[in-house]
């Protein structure tokens, strides 16, 4: 099968290469899945570039031999592990292949097993691409806005980068669930991010939310483009704040180093400082599906990239700008 492997760390375009691998094989609990499409996440640059570097010490001084990325997946059943009872071959998935995001059998390929714990039926109606671009941002912004945040109907939430993968998602599930939504983003996307569910939106190449006098119940930050402090400066009494970012930059922590300082100022009790995983199970798969099939959510997606193209794909995640999500599709 056709899979994009990558040997080294480096330019997405430079180190990811499309080659003949060997099909793999479900075991017990697991899935063998024909992939539709995939996207790009954080995880991935992160595992393609090795930056920041001190990620390798988790992922390895150089990634394993013929390493497949990406984890977002949708598709089609194709055949099932020892014990998978609820699935059957011909079924339309989606889900991921995450573990910690260094996966060596990943979803950039004709075809991938997952764990059938990570995989629920594709929301009925919805496209592969727009399935498979759900899955990480999704569930992050529903875990953060839903579970961590716990925003209810009145709630003042402030999206820092709504205009990106997560934002886009976490702006259209708390104004579901009834938030007051304020999104920070560039001012191409403006429009996009009311249209989206915001009732305000502000450029942050015009305002600095953190210096303005609007004060939020809740702030999920998916940037870290200022201090912590400053940022929690904006919350309103009793506020929670919920760092969310690998950061934009480079180097040996990249942006792990704002995440510790955001630790610090919850640990000294200066804010409410809440971490917020992305869990990938079925329940959350179920629930973000039920938004997807309902309506009340949709995946944006700013392009879709062909399996070919992956390494171009994964340089324009780098980029930060990305309108929504990256996809990557994989022809039948
Ligand atoms: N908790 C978890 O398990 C988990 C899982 C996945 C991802 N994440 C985190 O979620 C974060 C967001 O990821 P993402 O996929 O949505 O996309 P991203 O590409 O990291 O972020 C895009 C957003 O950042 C904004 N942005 C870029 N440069 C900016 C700047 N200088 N100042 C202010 N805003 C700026 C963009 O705005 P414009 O384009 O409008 O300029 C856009 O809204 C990542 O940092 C990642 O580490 C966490």
């Known amino acids: 099968m056709r899979a ?36 790009v996440n954080t995880p991935d640059w992160a595992a393609v570039t090795g930056v920041p570097y001190v990620l390798r010490l988790q992922a390895g001084l150089r990634p394993p031999a013929d390493a497949v990325r990406g984890s977002d997946l949708s598709g089609v059943v194709e055949e099932v592990g020892e014990g998978v009872t609820d699935l059957r071959p011909g ?4 889900g991921s292949v995450w573990d910690d995001g260094f996966t060596s059998a990943g979803a950039f390929a004709e ?10 039926a594709k929301p009925p109606g919805i496209g592969f691409e727009e399935a498979a671009a759900a899955v990480m941002s999704g569930l992050t912004a529903l875990c953060a806005v839903r579970d961590t945040a716990g925003v209810e109907r009145g709630t003042k939430i ?8 997560v934002g886009t998602f976490a702006v259209q599930i708390a104004a579901h669930y009834g938030a007051e939504v304020t ?3 560039g001012p191409r996307n403006v429009d996009m991010v009311r249209e989206l569910g915001a009732r305000h939106v502000v450029d942050y190449t015009r ?9 939020y119940d809740v702030i999920l930050d998916n940037v870290l483009n200022h201090p912590p402090s400053r940022t929690a ?16 930059s480079g180097g040996v922590f990249a942006g792990l180093g704002r995440m510790a300082r955001a630790k610090l100022l919850g640990l000294a009790r200066r804010a409410d400082v809440r971490f917020s995983p992305c869990v990938v199970d079925r329940e959350h ?39 929504g999500n990256v996809a990557v599709a994989v022809a039948v």
């Open 233 to 248: 400066r904006a919350l309103a009494p009793g506020g929670v704040l919920i760092p969310n970012s690998l950061g934009n």
């Open 91 to 94: 079924d339309e998935v989606f």
């Open 158 to 165: 402030l999206v820092n980068g709504a205009s990106g993968g």
């Open 207 to 215: 305002v600095d939310f953190t210096r303005a006098p609007e004060r």
């Open 183 to 185: 999104g920070v983003c």
């Open 4 to 39: 994009v492997v990558q040997e080294r760390y480096g330019p997405p375009e430079q180190v990811l290469r499309v080659k003949q691998i060997e099909r793999p094989v479900p075991g017990p609990g697991a899935v063998l899945v024909r992939v539709r499409a995939s996207s």
């Open 111 to 120: 075809y991938t097993v997952a764990p059938v714990e990570r995989l629920v």
């Open 285 to 323: 798969l179920r629930d973000l599906g039920g938004l997807l099939a309902s309506g009340a959510v949709a995946t944006v997606i700013d392009r879709a990239y062909p399996l070919e193209e992956a390494g171009a794909a994964v340089a324009h995640m780098l980029g930060h700008h990305a309108r």
